[in-house]
């Protein structure tokens, strides 16, 4: 009950085994999918797989090109190129979210913080199937927090082994401000 990234962060602390598999509970997403990703991880040059759901069946207008826009500003900021960043069917090697902390919506920005950590990220396309059960709780309404989080990676990408690059810079335009409001 306190959405997908806890449910992810707990299922990757309870997990024991060497490869994880993720993926959605509503249906459509297809299990038979994951030898797709396992294979690709088995020839042992990626540390990450990402299912694409490359034939979406969902609403064009208010699914399709919402998460199209999202797609191509989180591959530009994060420089992961992946068609789709929102689909949870996604296999990972233990190590890569060993030591991942989550917490906001990052669920949706795990190939970009596994990339930053020097993951090697592919993707496969798997099938999608229209929802049977329930309503998304995905809409509009949360395009503030993504940019957030969006802006949180951004700045893990950039400054996560040189804090002293953003706040050193900061606290030399505050030390001059100083020095030059104490000397006037």
Same mark, same amino acid.
């Given at each position: 009950? +306190?959405? !997908? ?20 509970? /509503?249906? !459509? *997403? /297809? $299990?038979?999918?994951? $030898?797709? %990703?396992?294979?690709?991880?088995? !020839?042992? @040059? ?12 969902? *609403? ?10 999202? *797609?191509?500003?989180?591959?530009? =900021? ?5 068609? /789709? ?6 296999? +990972? ?12 919506? %990052?669920?949706?920005? %795990? $190939? ?7 993951? &090697?990220?592919? @993707? =496969? !396309?798997? *099938? ?9 709780? +995905? ?6 927090? =993504? ?14 082994? &040189? $804090? ?8 030399? =335009? ?11």
């Amino acid at each position: 009950n +306190y959405g !997908q990234t806890a449910a992810m962060a707990a299922g990757f602390d309870a997990s024991r085994g060497e490869i994880l598999v993720t993926l959605d509970g /509503d249906l !459509q *997403n /297809d $299990p038979a999918d994951i $030898p797709l %990703l396992l294979n690709q991880l088995e !020839q042992g @040059e990626l540390d990450l797989v990402s299912g694409w759901r490359h034939q979406r069946q969902d *609403n064009s207008i208010s699914r399709l090109l919402p998460s199209l826009l999202a *797609n191509r500003l989180i591959a530009r =900021v994060t420089g992961v190129k992946l068609h /789709d960043y929102r689909s949870s069917l996604k296999a +990972y090697r233990r190590e890569v979210v060993a030591d991942m902390n989550l917490y906001g919506e %990052l669920h949706r920005f %795990l $190939p970009a913080l596994a990339f930053i950590e020097g993951a &090697r990220i592919g @993707e =496969v !396309q798997v *099938n999608h199937h229209p929802r049977r059960y329930g309503k998304s709780n +995905y809409g509009i309404d949360r395009t503030f927090r =993504v940019l957030m989080d969006l802006l949180t990676v951004w700045f893990m990408k950039r400054f996560l082994t &040189r $804090p002293m690059h953003v706040f050193g810079f900061a606290g030399l =335009v505050s030390l001059g401000a100083g020095l030059a409001l104490a000397l006037w």
